[in-house]
């Protein structure tokens, strides 16, 4: 083999050890977890929930998913609990859709557990937290959508943010064009509306470390534990009245842990996601409470796209959805030796010299030149033309003495002894 053969097998065995390392250390980043956000279902360090989704797919008859699809097109029903955890207000908070489809499979029949990310409290949040304290609730439930007498949807109430809502408050009341139709409640999104609640942040004024932990209320089975610990968020909720919420841990007097019953299924809200991270399952696990979540459901949904981990579609998707991985290696084996092919033969080739010798006269070119430019009839004749310019008089008159000769040659030895000064005998 060649040199140039050689140094191309080193480089492909180069270029494939690096391809195997860049492999096994994305293979080892990903089996830790930490390239996906907190509270994953896929991430394994203490921030994670894969402890959680792993442990309740080896129980019998208990199936354990991951939701890498949109929200909105959630499918689950009776004997499902879908869970949501590291909810974030300001940065992964859901959209209209997304509440509705959690909201669908609620009334279907199916446990939704709603978990939220811990926040601390800033500077103002005690004065935010009175208002909405004392602000009023509405009469009644907001409808999802209504419809006007030329069967176009109609605004819901409550279907603006937070913002809409207390600039609505400085401007003077109008009349409604809807009789009996309650006002909107303030600081409520229109999930929080739906729903019946309210989610606030306060700051906590604790004097001893015990205040600052979760306490089994009235309303929690006596099975669970009194008290959990390592609560660190200060959010909390406001159930509203009659709706049919239960109180299950507290924070500070304040709700941070509740439950009702929406439709078929139930609906369970925490202010903290710690209860089903990774951490909180090794560490200080509340199995009573986790049992009672998941409950005998037969599946347990884990929703990831809320956190940004969605399966996208595209040719390497269905390709390894409709077994043609093989087929992607054949043709990668082919592109591989198209490659060798070009770069080094695969027959051997025979031995070429050293030097290629030119074996050309130096008047070559001129003849080339003449045999293209000038017949061999007319040769003789375009010799004598391009002679006579600077020739003698007597010589002029010797050659063109001559008859015309018929061979090229035989006219140019003519002139030549016709030309010598000497006699030739």
């Known amino acids: ?17 690096l391809g195997w390392g860049v492999a096994e250390l994305y293979r080892l980043r990903v089996a830790r977890g930490d390239v996906f956000p907190e509270y994953s279902s896929l991430r394994a360090d203490p921030l994670g929930t894969r402890a959680l989704h792993d442990a309740v797919g080896l129980l019998p008859g208990r199936e354990s998913v991951r939701w890498l699809r949109p929200l909105e097109r959630l499918d689950a029903g009776a004997g499902d609990v879908v869970l ?54 509405a009469d009644a439930p907001v409808e999802e959508e209504k419809t006007t007498d030329q069967g176009k949807k ?28 309650p006002p909107p409640a303030r600081f409520a999104g229109a999930h929080e509306r739906r729903w019946g609640f309210r989610l606030a942040r306060r700051e906590l004024l604790a004097k001893v470390a015990e205040d ?19 609560w660190g968020s200060d959010l909390f909720f406001l159930p509203r ?22 439709g078929e299924g139930s609906v369970t809200l925490l202010a903290d996601s710690f209860l089903l991270s990774n951490e909180a399952v090794q560490r200080e696990r509340a199995t009573a409470v986790l049992a009672a979540l998941l409950g005998d459901a037969r599946r347990i949904v884990f929703v990831e796209s809320h956190l940004g981990v969605e399966r996208e579609s595209g040719v390497a998707v269905l390709a390894r959805r409709y077994g043609l991985g093989g087929a992607a290696l054949v043709a990668l084996v082919f592109a591989a030796l198209w490659i060798w092919r070009r770069a080094s033969p695969l027959a051997p080739t025979l031995p070429e010299e050293a030097e290629v010798r030119l074996a050309l006269a130096p008047t070559a070119g001129l003849e080339a030149l003449l045999r293209r430019a000038v017949p061999p009839a007319k040769l003789h004749a375009a010799c004598v033309d391009a002679w006579l310019p600077g020739a003698t008089p007597a010589d002029r008159q010797r050659v063109t003495a001559l008859a015309t000769p018929a061979d090229p040659v035989a006219g140019y030895n003519a002139a030549t002894r016709a030309l010598s000064r000497k006699s030739i005998s």
């Open 212 to 230: 600052f932990d979760a306490w089994r209320a009235e309303g929690a089975p006596g099975a669970w534990p009194a008290v959990l610990p390592s």
């Open 84 to 137: 949501v955890a590291g909810l974030n207000r300001f940065r992964r908070d859901l959209d209209a859709d997304a509440w509705a489809a959690l909201d669908r499979a609620a009334v279907a029949g199916a446990r939704v557990v709603v978990a939220w990310r811990a926040e601390a409290a800033e500077p103002g949040d005690g004065e935010s937290a009175r208002l909405i304290r004392e602000a009023p609730w």
């Open 241 to 262: 009245p009659g709706d049919g919420w239960r109180i299950l841990y507290k924070r500070g007097g304040d709700a941070v842990f509740i439950e009702r019953t929406r």
């Open 1 to 17: 083999m060649r040199r140039g053969g050689i140094s191309a097998v080193v480089a492909a065995a180069l270029l494939l050890v």
């Open 154 to 181: 109609a605004p819901v109430d409550g279907e603006n943010d937070d913002e809409d809502d207390l600039e609505a408050e400085d401007k003077p009341a109008k009349a409604s064009s809807v009789p009996d139709r």
